[in-house]
């Protein structure tokens, strides 16, 4: 099972981006939990942006309330991120996680392969 995330970019402050990420697999039945996106500045440690439940509930860091919205779509086993209002101190790398389980494994976790994110001013 992988993660596949895409749609960053350059974008201006103020401006708007949507990221997405599907999970897939071949040949393997597997269920999707938790969503969630990550970010990652230049020299800083992996944080939390956002996180959705199975059934739709949302939560958010501090930084980015009112700003992202976080959405899935569970039939595509894909999640979104809808980034508006952007700032500069928004860039990082973004990635998305998910805890997966396969017909032949318990709960772990996947990661995206990351996709760059520079909001400029």
């Known amino acids: 099972v992988q993660l596949q995330a895409s749609g960053g970019g350059l974008m201006q402050s103020g401006g708007s981006l949507r990221l997405s990420c599907a999970a897939s697999?071949?040949?393997?039945?597997?269920?999707?939990?938790?969503m969630a996106w990550y970010c990652q500045a230049p020299g800083d440690q992996r944080e939390l942006v956002a996180t959705i439940s199975v059934g739709g509930t949302t939560n958010y860091a501090d930084s980015v309330k009112g700003r992202f919205t976080i959405s899935r779509d569970n039939a595509k086993n894909t999640v979104y991120l809808q980034m508006n209002s952007l700032k500069p101190e928004d860039t990082a790398v973004y990635y998305c996680?998910?805890?997966?389980?396969?017909?032949?494994?318990?709960?772990?976790?996947?990661w995206g392969q990351g996709t760059l994110v520079t909001v400029s001013s």
């Open positions: 996680n998910a805890r997966a389980v396969t017909s032949t494994r318990g709960p772990f976790d996947l």
């Open positions: 697999a071949s040949g393997t039945l597997f269920s999707i939990n938790t």
